[in-house]
């Protein structure tokens, strides 16, 4: 098994993908160090988002926060919004905890031990194993979803996902060396992203095309097989868009807890299930309200949402939210379901 290993590092030393937050292979075998800080930041805004949606997030986040004590520092406003349209806040929230944690309780310096890691906010056993392994070359096996599909076609595994997740943890744990565990991690990554991708694998340039046991049998495009997901239910809600005659818009940011919490945000009412019982919420301030033509639908892990727009001109006092002032509301500071709502009155469908 160690063979299939060096044959990927090899690969890897000549193939790695250039990323903001990576240290090429051969820099690191000249001695330069992954900075945890980056290996972190780019990991979180790595779960559940693509690299090219990434790397422009990651590349403002540290010209603006450069160090893990700069971060701490910031004020949770200004995080919130710079990760605004990434998605998943909580992720954003836990980061700010995690930050103030690392200064409080580590004097400023990631820990290199994967279980003092693991007790910190909003890092679970994939982060913390991605963190020992490619910033601390500790010996953890990094699972993502590119290392299940390269695992389940190298071994021809036709067990279903997620049922499948224990068997090919396994698997890749026993393929990870003890020497270069980091680069190892990265490598069967980027297998993944590159040349083991899911529709065409392009098996005539892999590294690993001899012993691929999916590549011999002519499984591989089927691979890894899937548990249908149950389709997912349709919430409907209400947001109302207010602006003042200076021009300043009315909004309020969310509970902490709760999806989009600590966002910046159209009041509104609840999304409910039900489609014909349509939610309308208090209004935030008393106005003439009309629709705007169009609706918002965006999907969250869950659930499908369809929003109705309504919007007022009022120089009223709200009772819910604040009124911003024209200069400084950033639409980009919305979470993308709020976003489409001021595009809708932005730009109304015609
Ligand atoms: S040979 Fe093909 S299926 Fe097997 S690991 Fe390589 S790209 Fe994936």
């Not at 605004?84 to 995690?98: D, M, P, Q, T, V």
């Not at 194993?129 to 071994?155: K, P, Q, T």
Request: proline share 10%; aromatic share 8%.
């Amino acid at each position: 098994m160690c063979d299939l290993s060096t044959e990927l590092l090899d690969w890897y030393d000549l193939h790695a993908r250039a990323m903001p937050w990576r240290t090429p292979p051969a820099e690191k075998q000249a001695g330069v160090r992954p900075d945890p800080y980056k290996i972190w930041l780019s990991e979180v805004m790595l779960q559940q988002t693509t690299v090219a949606a990434v790397t422009e997030y990651f590349n403002r986040f540290t010209n603006r926060w450069p160090t893990v004590s700069a971060l701490a520092a910031a004020d949770d406003a200004d995080v919130m919004g710079e990760w605004a349209g990434l998605g998943y806040y909580a992720r954003a929230r836990n980061l700010l905890k995690c930050a103030r944690a690392i200064v409080a309780d580590h004097g400023g310096i990631f820990p290199a031990d994967h279980a003092a890691l693991l007790k910190l906010p909003g890092i679970g056993p994939y982060t913390a194993a991605a963190i020992s392994s490619i910033a601390f070359d500790l010996r953890h096996v990094v699972v993502d979803g590119n290392v299940e599909r390269v695992m389940a076609r190298l071994y021809d595994v036709h067990t279903p996902l997620p049922a499948a997740k224990p068997e090919l943890t396994t698997l890749a744990e026993a393929l990870t060396p003890n020497s270069r565990p980091g680069d190892y991690a990265q490598a069967v990554m980027d297998l993944g992203a590159t040349l083991c991708t899911p529709k065409s694998p392009a098996c005539g340039i892999c590294p690993w095309r001899t012993p691929c046991l999916a590549r011999q049998a002519g499984t591989a495009q089927d691979l890894p097989k899937k548990t249908p997901k149950k389709p997912k239910p349709v919430r409907h809600g209400t947001v109302y868009v207010a602006r003042r005659s200076d021009g300043a818009w009315l909004l309020e940011t969310r509970p902490d807890k709760g999806l989009l919490g600590g966002m910046l945000g159209w009041p509104g009412s609840d999304w409910v299930d039900v489609a014909d019982n349509r939610p309308a919420g208090a209004p935030p301030i008393e106005a003439q309200w009309s629709p705007i033509a169009g609706e918002v639908r965006h999907t969250f892990t869950h659930f499908h949402l369809i929003l109705t727009v309504l919007h007022a001109d009022t120089d009223n006092t709200p009772t819910q939210g604040t009124f911003v002032p024209r200069e400084a509301f950033r639409p980009s500071d919305l979470p993308t379901v709020f976003r489409k709502a001021f595009d809708l009155i932005a730009n109304p469908p015609h």
